[in-house]
Each structure stands twice: as structure tokens, then as C-alpha cells.
């Protein structure tokens, strides 16, 4: 999930030189978990882009607002009051060690233990994210057993076993890029949220509010932006899914 907030912003910001645009790509799927050709539209967009947008979710919008509102009020809080988080999944990241400058901050907890006993963290604020990831994790398995049926691998619970697992390495990352003060050319490095990557699991459930800044690559290893659409997930194939299918 990704957050954009009002400031304040992070310290010592400094936008070392924009990013190119990048043109917003329209033919991205779009794919109603309730259709009944779902499975072979799944298949066939994880083929062509191995990225797809999902309506008809079934996740209560009342648990995205309530989760965006919590973290708004989380991330909003003085440095020093996040810093004590820092054991618990808060971090900040600067990617790259010959250039990108990262402006995030972000919370990365595993999907499994409950996060209700984190004192660092308000009493609302763990039960949105459980609430939220309980859902989203439902969302997860169904996906993953179309997907399987589609592929045709049996049995048909083969991929939701290992995110059922309680040893599931599956985690939960609340990303938020915060007003940047400054923008000034220095160095010829680039500001960026979140570096060019691919995901190690085997997918990536991906909700953002209504701001830009997701991309892309296409197999002509063209950079495109994904429209964003706050009521809508994105599933992103991650690289397990793809080896296991080469």
C-alpha cells in the first residue's frame, strides 16, 4: 500500500535531478475477480505484462480508508516518536549506493504474527493493519488458486499452502513518500520513492491511494506509468511464480 501525505516532510531533503516521465499506459488489464472467465484472463495477463488491475475484490473499502487514515496519522508523527518503531518494521531508505537517492519511508511487518501487542503503535492503527492484511490475505489465496487452476498445477491449494504456512515469509509493506521541500539540481543523481526491482515472492498485491508514481516495464523494456486507482488492486507476478513457470 502506498501512502502520499501533507507535510511535514522527511529531513534534509535535496532532489538531486528528476526522473524522466514516462507516458501512462492505458492497456493495462483490467480483471473482475467475479467474472467467470477470470481464470483465463488472469493467465493470459500474467503472460503478456505479469501485471494485471483486479475490480470486484471483495476487500471493504472501510478497511483501505481506515488503514490510509491510520498511517497518515502514524507517518505524520515527529521522527523521534517513529524511531521507536524501528524494531517493530519502520525504516527509511536511501537506494542505491552509486547515485539514486531514496525518499521513503515505509513499515514492513510479516503478514503472520498480530500486531495488536506493538505498544510503539496506537491501539487503532494495529487494528486497521490486521484488519487490512486479514483481508488481504484471503484475497491472496484466491488469486493464487485461480492462478493454479489456469496453470493447471495440482493440487489446486499448492500455491495458497505455502502463503497459509505459518513459517510464510509473506510480509505486509506500508510505503510513504512524503513532500519533498526542496528541488534543487546536485550531483546528477536521481530522487526516486522505490528503485527499479522485481519481487522475490510469488505475487505482489499493490493498493495505492490516488497518486501517481507506479511503473512498469513492458517486455520492449519500456518504462510506463500505471494509472492509479485507489478502489482497484494491482497483482504484480513475482519472480517465484515466473521460475516456476519457465
Not at 513518500?177 to 526491482?197: D, K, T, V, W
Request: proline share 7%; aromatic share 8%.
Amino acid at each position: 500500500m502506498v501512502v502520499l501525505s501533507q507535510p511535514p516532510a522527511l529531513e534534509h531533503c535535496s532532489l538531486i535531478k528528476t526522473c524522466k516521465p514516462t507516458c501512462v499506459f492505458s492497456g493495462i488489464p483490467v480483471i473482475d475477480l467475479r467474472d467467470p472467465e477470470a481464470k483465463t484472463l488472469i493467465v493470459k495477463a500474467c503472460e503478456e505484462y505479469g501485471f494485471f488491475k483486479l475490480i470486484n475484490h471483495g476487500v471493504p473499502m472501510e478497511f483501505m480508508t481506515r488503514l490510509e487514515a491510520e498511517a497518515l496519522s502514524f507517518f505524520n508523527l515527529p521522527q523521534s516518536d517513529k524511531d521507536k518503531a524501528t524494531p517493530f518494521g519502520y525504516g527509511s531508505n536511501k537506494i542505491g549506493p552509486n547515485g539514486d537517492v531514496g525518499w521513503i519511508e515505509y513499515l514492513l511487518v510479516n503478514t503472520n504474527p498480530q500486531l495488536t501487542s506493538l505498544k510503539t503503535l496506537s491501539e487503532n492503527f494495529c487494528y486497521a493493519v490486521n484488519d487490512y492484511i486479514l483481508a488481504v490475505k484471503r484475497l491472496a489465496f484466491e488469486v493464487v488458486e485461480i492462478m493454479a487452476d489456469g496453470l493447471e498445477i495440482e493440487p489446486r491449494n499448492v500455491l495458497s499452502r505455502l502463503l497459509r504456512d505459518e513459517k510464510s515469509d509473506s510480509c505486509f509493506r506500508l510505503n510513504h513518500y512524503p513532500p519533498c521541500p526542496q528541488l534543487q539540481a546536485l550531483s546528477g543523481r536521481n530522487l526516486i520513492g522505490f528503485g527499479e526491482h522485481t519481487d522475490p515472492q510469488i505475487i505482489s498485491i499493490l493498493r495505492s491511494n490516488n497518486t501517481s508514481g507506479l511503473q512498469i516495464c513492458l517486455r520492449d523494456r519500456t518504462w510506463v506509468s500505471v494509472p492509479p486507482d485507489q478502489t482497484s488492486f494491482f497483482i504484480s507476478v513475482g519472480d517465484a511464480l515466473q521460475a516456476g513457470n519457465e
